[in-house]
């Protein structure tokens, strides 16, 4: 969770800045690490074999703590206390505005991204099918990943960079690394990674950037996950999906359909996320506007 702990409110010379580069350098690695092991232990409990009612509770239930677990280890890394504010952010009236908003980008991005695809006549729908528990799970799995994902990569590894070397290199390198992190993923390449990178790394990190805050990247991360694989089909970073709402046949050009890794490898994503990447740094930067903190 990103709480009231946000951008406006770190002072300019803040800690991350002021510390000598070694000990940034040990608490960007271990913080990373820590979130790292936190989200491979709630992998594990949540993706095993337990009923589908547990696995929903156990998700959402750890998903909140992650987000709590967050907000404590950025308050004490950025050397403030946590305040009665900072708590209200975790309420659902803060978050609900920027999630549902993130979430209508993520569900714009695919149905951007299918329509070209249906258009060109290399997806086509073969089947409906309404499995609810699995279509619950998968909604409840893939916000833990969202929450998990975006406090390491855009909560932790971007705003420590941004707090220290500027917008450009937390750009360049969290979109990096979140691209290249997939590389180890079922068909993974150095193409779709780079495609990756540059199309959901900068895609989420402007959404972070524009709003200050993880609520809007977490919908846009959340949404597109479970859009693209549990309600329309497709192979999600190389992973199939299982008893999806739509079964497609897709067929055509890989540069276009992403092959077997799934769309995130085409070049329509590319173009989609780059453009969604452009608006809103262009809505925080253009005409001599300021990114928070920056003002």
């Known amino acids: 969770m990103e709480t009231d702990i946000n951008e406006t409110e770190v002072p300019q010379e803040c800690y991350c800045k002021r510390v000598p580069l070694w000990k940034w350098a040990l608490l960007f690695v271990g913080t990373t690490a820590l979130f790292f092991f936190l989200y491979g232990l709630c992998q594990s409990v949540c993706f095993s074999g337990i009923s589908p009612l547990w696995k929903c509770i156990l998700c959402l239930v750890l998903s909140d703590v992650m987000l709590a677990v967050y907000m404590q280890v950025i308050g004490r890394i950025e050397g403030r206390e946590i305040r009665q504010k900072d708590v209200e952010e975790l309420l659902p009236k803060k978050s609900f505005p920027e999630i549902s908003k993130g979430v209508l980008i993520g569900i714009l991005f695919f149905a951007i991204v299918a329509g070209v695809l249906i258009i060109g006549g290399w997806y086509k729908v073969m ?45 360049l390198v969290s979109s990096l690394l979140f691209g290249f992190i997939h590389i180890m993923n079922p068909s993974g390449t150095v193409w779709s990674s780079v495609a990756i990178a540059v199309e959901a790394g900068l895609l989420l990190g402007a959404a972070y950037v524009y709003s200050g805050r993880l609520w809007l990247p977490i919908g846009i991360h959340w949404a597109w996950n479970f859009v693209e694989g549990p309600l329309l089909g497709m192979n999600v970073s190389g992973a199939m999906p299982g008893d999806s709402l739509v079964v497609p046949s897709i067929s055509g050009p890989e540069i276009l359909t992403g092959g077997s890794f799934g769309p995130e490898a085409s070049l329509i994503s590319l173009i989609v996320g780059v453009a969604l990447s452009a608006y809103m740094l262009y809505s925080r930067y253009g005409k001599g506007k300021s990114a928070p903190g920056e003002a």
Not at 138 to 166: K, N
Request: charged share 15%; glycine share 4%.
């Open 127 to 171: 089947q409906v099918n309404f499995n609810w528990r699995y279509l619950l799970v998968m909604l409840t799995q893939f916000l833990l990943v969202a929450v998990s994902e975006e406090i390491i990569f855009r909560g932790i590894i971007f705003r420590m960079i941004w707090q220290r070397w500027g917008v450009v290199a937390a750009l």
